[in-house]
């Protein structure tokens, strides 16, 4: 609670960046997958693994000692 009322106008701004971040995310990632699956022609779920593959490599290598893993990451 402290730091709500010392600090909320940077508390604030860390929420409003978080939101803005997601949503810009959220954005993107919704148009690529109706982009790339009509006007490309690639299939739904391709680009569903390319969009979450950068991610389960993060949560990979946050998780684990680094190791070469035979996906890539």
Not at 10 to 39: K, M, N, P, R
């Amino acid at each position: 609670m402290t730091v709500l009322r010392t600090a909320w106008p940077l508390v604030a701004l860390g929420v409003g960046a978080s939101a803005l971040g997601i949503s810009a995310t959220y954005f993107t990632d919704t148009f690529l997958v109706a982009w790339a699956t009509t006007d490309l022609g690639a299939a739904r779920q391709t680009m569903l693994d390319v969009l979450l593959s950068p991610t389960s490599c993060a949560a990979r290598s946050s998780a684990a000692p680094p190791r070469r893993s035979p996906s890539g990451c």
